[in-house]
Nanobody
Framework: QVQLVESGGGLVQPGGSLRLSCAAS????????MGWYRQAPGKQRELVAA???????NYADSVKGRFTISRDNAKNTVYLQMNSLKPEDTAVYYC?????????????WGQGTQVPVSS
C-alpha cells in the first residue's frame, strides 16, 4: 500500500508565499509522475502542476511564473513552491502520484491540505 502525506498548507495573505510538501511511503518499485491538483469551493478539481521522474514539468496557465514544482527522488517527495498568491488560489490542494507496485501501476492521492489566501 502507498501513502501520500501532505504538509505545509495554511492561511496566507495575498502576495505571500507558501511551500507544500508531499512524501510518499509504502511498498513500491518506482514513482512515476508526481503532481498537485486543487479544488476550490464549488469548482472541479484541476491540475496545478506535475513533474515526471525525469524532471519534466508542466503547469496550469493560471500559475505559470508564480508556482514551481520540484521533487527529491531520494526522499520520494514532491514540493510546490507558491509565490505571489492570489485569493483565487484558495483551494484544497491534493498531492498525486502514479506509482508502480508489485501488483500494478496505480494513481494515488493525498488527503488534501487547505490553502486559504485572504487578508
Amino acid at each position: 500500500q502507498v501513502q501520500l502525506v501532505e504538509s505545509g498548507g495554511g492561511l496566507v495573505q495575498p502576495g505571500g508565499s507558501l511551500r507544500l510538501s508531499c512524501a510518499a511511503s509504502g511498498s513500491f518499485f518506482s514513482i512515476n509522475t508526481m503532481g498537485w491538483y486543487r479544488q476550490a469551493p464549488g469548482k472541479q478539481r484541476e491540475l496545478v502542476a506535475a513533474v515526471t521522474n525525469g524532471g519534466s514539468t508542466n503547469y496550469a496557465d493560471s500559475v505559470k511564473g508564480r508556482f514551481t514544482i520540484s521533487r527529491d527522488n531520494a526522499k520520494n517527495t514532491v514540493y510546490l513552491q507558491m509565490n505571489s498568491l492570489k485569493p483565487e488560489d484558495t483551494a484544497v490542494y491534493y498531492c498525486t502520484a502514479i506509482v508502480t507496485t508489485i501488483q500494478a501501476i496505480d494513481h494515488y492521492w493525498g488527503q488534501g491540505t487547505q490553502v486559504p489566501v485572504s487578508s
